[in-house]
């Protein structure tokens, strides 16, 4: 999946915020989670010239939903970081079926402060990176 433009826009603007002590970064809260997104050609069907038209670049995500069952959903993932306001410090976009733990140094890259995240981001490799940073996996 090739790297959108989001995600340098969104770096550049945040750089200029902070710059200009618009926002501050240094101390502040990672809330960090995902959402899948449905992809708009999700079933393999064949188009005008005998093609599949179903999305190459995402992947199907099975979820656990509260009531027990398993939903699976073909499209993508958005990964985000957001300060305790909402406030968006960082964004990423995978296929559906790339683990929500894959993503954890993209999104708290050059982050400061704790981090909070439910756990699918828990992973050996994460909980020591943030053991090494006084940071906190909730």
């Known amino acids: 999946m090739q790297r959108s433009l989001l995600e340098p826009l969104l770096e550049q603007i945040n750089n200029h915020l902070e710059q200009n002590s618009i926002i501050v970064t240094l101390g502040s809260i990672n809330i960090i989670d995902a959402t ?46 957001t300060d305790e306001d909402g406030f968006v410090k960082r964004m990423t976009y995978t296929p559906g079926n790339v683990h929500d733990s894959q993503e954890m140094d993209r999104l708290l890259n050059k982050a ?5 995240a439910d756990s699918a981001y828990a992973n050996k490799k994460n909980d020591e990176r943030l053991g090494k940073h006084n940071e906190t996996f909730a």
């Open 36 to 81: 899948v997104i449905e992809a708009k050609q999700s079933r393999k069907r064949k188009g005008k010239d005998s093609n599949n038209t179903q999305d190459s670049e995402a992947g199907y995500n099975v979820k656990t939903a509260a009531d027990g069952k398993r939903k699976t959903t073909y499209g993508f993932k958005m990964h985000a970081n």
């Open 112 to 116: 400061h402060g704790q981090v909070f």
